[in-house]
């Protein structure tokens, strides 16, 4: 098979860090905010029009509260299980590696009986059979597996529970049910290509009410508290942060949150554009899909195709009488041969996952170059195959 003539513009494929928006370069940074107290009046207004930036651009209600936390997604999303977990029942749904990792924080740190709802990659837990008068822990978008909740899912308005959801990568990439959640978390480097280790903490009023109403029973690390003397810390939601934020990262993410401000793309505009963009590079991986007969999606049913994480596997007969630890190689060596052109970086598959690949298609990725490196893709596995 021919080499394709058309590299991708960016070769950046990661699912996190993921790309950098189009035009980025350092010049954004020459306005940070450094060798100051992140404490001083300037710095807690970058902080807070961070928070601001964020709530406007994704759509967040506005009686919801917005902040940042340390230890990126994970941090806020732990922030969020010890803080409020332990007052009600617990369902915890996990179809992947970071939904099992919070599993286990439930079940064997905070030794919470919960009720676990499990399926495997490619698959969705039967979401019509959760009780969502417990409380309730689950990924809108499954990074490691490609798997999302399909389009138009929303825990019931009457719930009596709350609804913990991370969607790392899902905020700003595909649309989130926020009057239906009662906690939401994400990092900056996901969808918004940013920097790490910051993390983002939405609450609504029925989890602020939780979290003045009730102490868990455990002791609470100091990176965790939301709470001091059974109120809310509001600063944390007006741009105090619990512990010292880059502030060149701050000022990085500032300017991703303009760029999709200001983005216009399909006839859409800010949000909706981010959107447009990601359904734009999963079309490009459903043609490529349709037109090979090697390769397919991850996940099991197209409803539930992540916009963001695309996850694939090879399904060629030949493929499926290797072990699994050959099917890994092969998978890697595929990686391998894009790397050494400079054509794709980092986009095998998750390593607990099965081998395959994964497309970071998020809406700092420009469909075009999706559409390119489709093309190199099939190049190197017709060239891995025939060595």
């Not at 043609?287 to 195709?305: R, S, Y």
Request: proline share 6%; with cysteine; glycine share 8%.
């Amino acid at each position: 098979m021919q080499k394709p003539q058309v590299k991708p513009r960016c070769p950046h494929f990661s699912s996190g860090p993921t790309s950098k928006r189009p035009g980025w370069s350092t010049d954004v940074l020459s306005n940070a905010w450094l060798g100051r107290s992140h404490r001083a009046k300037g710095g807690k207004e970058r902080l807070k029009q961070a928070i601001d930036l964020s709530a406007e651009v994704a759509g967040i209600p506005s009686d919801y509260l917005v902040g940042i936390v340390p230890a990126s997604d994970t941090g806020a999303f732990e922030c969020a299980m010890w803080s409020l977990l332990g007052a009600r029942p617990v369902t915890a749904l996990a179809w992947e590696s970071f939904g099992q990792g919070w599993v286990t924080d439930i079940t064997k740190q905070l030794n919470l009986d919960a009720t676990v709802m499990k399926a495997g990659y490619g698959q969705l837990p039967d979401l019509d059979q959760v009780n969502w008068d417990h409380d309730v822990i689950f990924t809108w978008n499954g990074t490691t597996s490609g798997v999302k909740v399909p389009d138009g899912f929303a825990p019931p308005a009457g719930r009596q529970g709350l609804a913990l959801c991370d969607a790392t990568s899902a905020v700003f990439g595909m649309p989130i049910a926020w009057e239906r959640l009662d906690v939401v978390t994400w990092s900056w480097q996901k969808c918004m290509g940013s920097e790490a280790a910051h993390g983002m903490l939405v609450l609504s009023p029925r989890a602020v009410q939780r979290l003045e109403s009730y102490t868990p029973t455990w002791p609470v690390p100091k990176i965790f508290r939301l709470t001091k003397a059974g109120k809310l810390i509001a600063g944390i939601f007006e741009g105090s942060t619990i512990n010292t934020p880059s502030m060149l990262a701050v000022e990085d993410y500032i300017d991703t949150l303009n760029w999709a401000k200001s983005l216009t793309y399909d006839g859409c505009q800010g949000g909706e554009a981010l959107f447009a963009r990601s359904r734009a590079n999963l079309k490009a991986v459903e043609d490529f899909v349709a037109g090979n007969d090697w390769i397919d999606f991850l996940a099991e049913k197209p409803e539930t195709n992540s916009c963001t994480s695309i996850c694939l596997k090879v399904t060629a007969e030949w493929f499926g009488r290797l072990s699994s630890q050959e099917q890994a190689d092969f998978c890697k060596k595929v990686v391998g041969l894009l790397e050494a052109e400079k054509v794709a970086y980092d986009f095998n598959a998750y390593r607990d996952a099965p081998p395959g690949f994964r497309f970071w298609g998020g809406p700092t990725v420009e469909p075009s170059d999706t559409a390119a490196v489709l093309e190199w893709l099939a190049w190197a596995y017709e060239t891995a195959r025939a060595q």
